[in-house]
């Protein structure tokens, strides 16, 4: 299959790197100096302390236009949205959205292909430079279908090593498990300046940890509460050592993605009625954060 994929971030790189085991792949990048790199030198994919080099894969910038493919996967920020649809929004072959959050949900009404998916990423990667990937965490790709036929997806029936995928029946309960998980976790860690495991460990930010949780789960109306509240405690733990991407983004003096996480959940508590004081508090202190460069 051709896929060609918008976005040489951590998600790109890997995304290019491991599809390219069995298929055409085309990553568009921002900068046309990311592609001649790639072009030149290949994706160099690090995992399980071994490096692989993997050549063949074609990298233009975005600029230049996209060709013919028969699955476009999004792989930038949802921030990076608004720049990326008008050149997508003509296009008729499947596209697949992998962002975070919920903010993205918004813009998909408007663009013309019958096949749109989205997808949830739990995979770590971490970008070194413009053509090195680090695969941090194995997990899935969970996929759902936001308009047209699943069934039409090959991609969830193939194997590829350490890179598994899978389907949701419904992309809105699949987005908002993870919503959950990230608006938990992102903006306290990020606050806080802890790794993941610090918001169980110790009991102060455990306590606020609870709270957060019963807050947006009552904004959310989270069908079972006593599931998630533990799915989301588990994520923590698996990933007890992980920088979380928020707080390693205000740490780099990069914008994060508290919009399209709990901005979504502020407007939702808007349009219900629902108090949000811990919500919008992080909410305010991580905009603070970010405008003052981390
Ligand atoms: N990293 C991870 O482990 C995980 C990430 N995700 C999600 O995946 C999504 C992508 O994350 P991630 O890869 O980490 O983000 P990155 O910031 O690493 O990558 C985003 C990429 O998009 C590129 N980009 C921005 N604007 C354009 C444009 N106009 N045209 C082409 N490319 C553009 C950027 O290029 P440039 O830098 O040159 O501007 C950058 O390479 C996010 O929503 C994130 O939440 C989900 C799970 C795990
Ligand atoms: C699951 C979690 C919280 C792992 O760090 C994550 O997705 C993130 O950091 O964005």
């Given at each position: ?194 790794e993941n495991g610090g918001l169980i460990t110790n009991s102060f930010h455990y306590q606020l940890f609870q709270d957060l949780f019963g807050e947006i789960s009552g904004i959310l109306e989270v ?16 990933t007890a050592e992980n920088r979380s991407s928020m707080l390693k983004d205000l740490e780099n003096g990069r914008k994060t993605e508290i919009d399209a996480i709990l901005g979504h959940i502020l407007?939702?508590?808007?349009s219900k009625g629902k108090s949000d004081c811990l919500t919008s508090s992080l909410y305010k202190m991580v905009k603070g954060k970010e405008s003052q460069g981390g």
């Amino acid at each position: 299959m051709r896929i060609g994929i918008i976005g040489g971030g951590a998600i790109g790189l890997l995304f290019a790197s491991h599809l390219s085991e069995k298929h055409n792949v085309t990553l568009y990048t921002h900068t046309a100096d990311q592609a001649s790199i790639i072009q030149r030198d290949g994706i160099r994919l690090i995992a399980d302390g071994e490096n692989r080099l993997l050549t063949g894969i074609i990298s233009k910038g975005l600029d230049e236009g996209i060709s013919d493919v028969d699955l476009l996967i999004v792989a930038v920020k949802q921030y990076h949205l608004p720049q990326i649809l008008p050149r997508i929004k003509g296009i008729k072959v499947p596209l697949l959205f992998l962002q975070n959050g919920y903010g993205h949900i918004s813009y998909l009404k408007q663009l013309q292909s019958p096949t749109i998916y989205v997808g949830v990423v739990e995979h770590g990667a971490l970008k070194h430079d413009g053509n090195t990937v680090e695969h941090t965490g194995l997990g899935i790709t969970r996929i759902a279908s936001f308009r047209g036929e699943l069934g039409q997806l090959s991609l969830v029936n193939e194997r590829i090593d350490h890179f598994p995928f899978t389907t949701s029946e419904d992309f809105h309960s699949m987005l908002m498990d993870k919503l959950v998980v990230n608006a938990v976790i992102n903006p306290l860690t990020a606050i806080l300046g802890v790794e993941n495991g610090g918001l169980i460990t110790n009991s102060f930010h455990y306590q606020l940890f609870q709270d957060l949780f019963g807050e947006i789960s009552g904004i959310l109306e989270v069908q079972n509460k006593d599931e998630s509240f533990e799915h989301v405690k588990s994520v923590c733990m698996a990933t007890a050592e992980n920088r979380s991407s928020m707080l390693k983004d205000l740490e780099n003096g990069r914008k994060t993605e508290i919009d399209a996480i709990l901005g979504h959940i502020l407007s939702e508590a808007k349009s219900k009625g629902k108090s949000d004081c811990l919500t919008s508090s992080l909410y305010k202190m991580v905009k603070g954060k970010e405008s003052q460069g981390g």
